[in-house]
């Protein structure tokens, strides 16, 4: 199997691939099944999803899992997958062993192998990873003892990584807190200034595109100053109504080109982070945007989890699931600028 579009990474052992899990996605998720896809023995894309919550919901996840890729690929024209690698991880209930997780899991493995099977697509190797150790539940339905992960000594699979240029993320929740909404004073603050503004933004109304570019043209600018951490309370309410707007939102997906990249991403995180409980949802568009320009500083942890979030934010907002697609393709720098810069176009 090989794993970096620069370099060639050999992934030859199920556990060389337990251990390549924190390199597909740019970090190592939680609760979570992970689909690495194969064309040939060639790794061209990795899809994260949420495990369900109970086990009546298995058969059903197992289905569309398996037929998502498939149709997806389809419709844009491109080959459906040779095989797969699934991932299930998840951590046990407190006080219980972590070998209680694979015995869980492994009905749902057998059927997820099952799914793909029926739609004539390899299953490589089902791996659970729970506590820092792996099951391989390709065949195994009642799991033994786990192997241990590389852990303070890397394993081949982590230093063919190192030497392809390719890095894991600290932690998901290191990177979560990034764009956590603010508290204390300052929040209080912001709260004043967004309930103002939701007084005067009716349900639905459009923004005003012209004064809301000026606007955001402004706080990018001041952004590009590293010292800048801020914007006035009543510009950051304005923004946060504004780019509720889709015209708005899809001009500042080309803020990054326009202006510079930390810029943006230092202008999208503040926005984030400034909407405060019971605002939360007016997060959905700064964390979109601010995955758009993750994507393009080749931090695909940061834009995967960002639009994580802005998709539990508000479930029925199109752009954030249209993106987890892409990324999953996943599609190129320049083809996402090629969109941000049809964006302002139409704008």
């Known amino acids: 199997m ?12 199920p556990a060389d691939v337990a251990e390549a899990l924190p390199y597909l996605l740019g970090y190592r998720p939680r609760t979570s099944l992970v689909v690495a896809v194969f064309h040939g023995a060639r790794l061209t894309g990795a899809a994260r999803l949420d495990l369900p919550a109970g086990e009546s919901a298995w058969f059903d996840f197992a289905a569309e899992t398996a037929r998502g890729p498939i149709s997806m690929l389809d419709d844009r024209d491109r080959p459906v997958p040779d095989s797969v690698v699934l991932y299930l991880v998840d951590d046990p209930a407190p006080g219980r062993p972590a070998r209680t997780v694979a015995a869980h899991l492994a009905p749902l493995a057998g059927l997820l192998r099952a799914a793909f099977t029926h739609h004539h697509v390899t299953v490589q190797l089902v791996l659970c990873i ?8 390709t065949l195994d339905i009642t799991p033994g003892p786990g192997t241990a992960l590389a852990d303070t000594t890397p394993g081949p699979a982590t230093v063919a990584f190192t030497v392809a240029g390719r890095r894991p993320a600290s932690s998901e929740d290191a990177l979560t807190a990034t764009f956590t909404p603010l508290a204390g004073p300052a929040a209080d603050t912001l709260r004043t200034a967004l309930d103002t503004a939701a007084s005067a933004h009716c349900p639905g109304a459009a923004a005003r595109p012209g004064a809301a570019h000026v606007l955001l043209e402004r706080a990018a600018t001041a952004f590009t100053d590293p010292a800048t951490t801020a914007l006035p309370v009543a510009d950051t309410a304005t923004l946060l109504y504004a780019l509720r707007d889709r015209l708005v939102r899809d001009w500042a997906m080309s803020l990054p080109d326009t202006h510079t990249i930390p810029a943006a991403r230092r202008l999208f995180t503040y926005l984030a982070t400034a909407a405060v409980g019971p605002h939360e949802v007016l997060a959905c568009a700064p964390l979109t945007l601010l995955a758009v320009t993750a994507w393009y500083d080749d931090d695909q942890a940061l834009a995967r989890l960002a639009l994580r979030r802005a998709h539990h934010l508000d479930p029925a907002a199109r752009l954030p699931a249209l993106l987890q697609a892409a990324f999953n393709l996943p599609i190129s720098v320049q083809q996402l600028k090629d969109l941000a810069r049809a964006g302002r176009s139409t704008s």
Do not use: I, K, N, Y
Request: proline content about 0%; hydrophobic content about 30%; overall charge neutral.
């Open 2 to 13: 090989s794993g970096s579009e620069s370099a060639t990474v050999r992934l030859r052992t």
């Open 130 to 137: 729970s506590c820092h150790q792996w099951w391989d539940l």
